[in-house]
């Protein structure tokens, strides 16, 4: 019997007053694969997103997380944004932050002992300890997407999604990042949202998702220049699409003699 898929969309559509962001997707990701969101500005990405999650809802077909609906599985994801709103002048510190990853443990206003040692676990592994009690708003940049990490991996998730983690860091923290990513997604799927083709080899070897308002996989070896301008150039992406509808059997959009 084969294993449940980590993801699976089926005919997946979602509308919103603008007009379709996402348009009949279907793909799956299997247990122990990790892979990479790409695509332009605009192209859905965050919204295929939100849609994981479970944040909302499609208003086509159907999104399983684990075998089930996300709204059920929640506890099993964890999700890393870009950024964080917050007041800088709010005393939280790095532990703090991190602890936020195991709210829903806690009891009667208060932390146990247990969610103390998987924040302080997951501090550990992203070289953070040092800085659990330095104020979050004084923290670089790349320290604060570490910490970020760090309250993610806090609830212990088997699906951890990221957007676009490495925006606004340095190459030196890049390098750091990278290493922790890769160690992780020996025990976990990685879904992770990202503008630089250059780490798509940290997160997967096989194939990157390209969002743009469809979703095609392109295996990594074909991420050629010209392959890169197309999926990001408007004036080539009903070429593209067509092209890659085309090479999967699809022929409904060809002009055969």
């Known amino acids: 019997m084969a294993e449940t898929p980590v993801i699976k969309f089926e005919n997946v559509s979602r509308s919103f007053g603008i007009g379709p962001v996402l348009e009949d997707v279907s793909f799956e990701i299997a247990a122990g694969q990790s892979t990479c969101l790409i695509g332009p500005n605009g192209g859905g990405k965050t ?3 939100r849609l994981i999650l479970g944040l909302i809802r499609p208003n086509k077909g159907s999104v399983q997380i684990f075998g089930s609906r996300p709204s059920r599985v929640r506890r099993r994801m964890a999700y890393v944004p870009q950024h964080i709103r917050f007041d800088p002048l709010f005393p939280v510190n790095a532990l703090d932050i991190v602890l936020m990853g195991r709210l829903d443990h806690l ?119 010209d392959a890169i301008r197309e999926i990001y150039s408007s004036e080539r992406r009903i070429e593209h699409e067509q092209r890659t509808l085309h090479q999967q059997g699809d022929h409904s959009h060809c002009n055969h003699s």
């Not at 302080?120 to 708003?137: D, K």
């Open 47 to 49: 919204t295929l997103l």
């Open 107 to 225: 009891r009667f206003g208060r932390y146990c002992s247990d969610c103390k040692a998987s924040a302080w676990e997951a501090l550990a592994e992203v070289n953070m300890t040092e800085a659990a009690h330095r104020p979050f708003a004084d923290l670089s940049g790349g320290q604060r997407q570490r910490v970020l990490i760090a309250r993610a991996l806090a609830c212990k998730p088997e699906l951890l999604l990221l957007d676009e983690p490495t925006a606004n860091i340095d190459l030196s923290v890049e390098a750091r990042l990278l290493e922790t990513l890769e160690k992780l997604r020996v025990r976990m799927s990685i879904i992770m949202v990202s503008h630089d083709l250059d780490l798509i080899s940290h997160i997967t070897d096989d194939y990157v998702l390209c969002v743009n308002r469809h979703v095609h996989r392109h295996a990594v070896g074909d991420l050629t220049g």
